[in-house]
Nanobody, 124 residues
Framework: QVQLVESGGGLVQAGGSLRLSCVAS????????MAWFRQAPGREREFVAGIRWSDGTTRYADFVKGRFTISRDNIKATLFLQMNSLKPEDTAVYYC?????????????????RGQGTQVTVSS
């Protein structure tokens, strides 16, 4: 069973940057897809960005295009989310998830995302 541990969240002013990490353990990844989701208070968990582990193909939600970058370190089995030009509406708990590849789908129930998440708070 895969274990996912997110970190890197914090409090930042609007326009600032943060880099989130998700360390995966429990199995070796080959063709899986990993993704970042976020959940703000009172809202559904939503897809942010996904990446195919084998070839680095990415997919982004429209609201983060040009601001966020998803990447992975194959050797360290770590997923990253570089977040720039942060906005107050980006405030949420961010979770990572994994699913069998190769499709990068955006529906949250297709992913195993049982980590504790990491809180991102953007002040105006």
């Amino acid at each position: 069973q895969v274990q996912l541990v997110e970190s890197g969240g914090g409090l930042v002013q609007a326009g600032g940057s943060l880099r989130l990490s998700c360390v995966a353990s429990g199995r070796t990844f080959s063709n899986e897809v990993m993704a970042w989701f976020r959940q703000a208070p009172g809202r559904e968990r939503e897809f942010v960005a996904g990446i195919r582990w084998s070839d680095g193909t990415t997919r982004y939600a429209d609201f983060v295009k040009g601001r966020f970058t998803i990447s992975r370190d194959n050797i360290k089995a770590t997923l990253f989310l570089q977040m720039n030009s942060l906005k107050p509406e980006d405030t949420a708990v961010y979770y990572c998830g994994v699913r069998p590849g190769p499709l990068i789908v955006t529906t949250r129930w297709n992913y195993d995302s049982r980590g504790q998440g990491t809180q991102v708070t953007v002040s105006s």
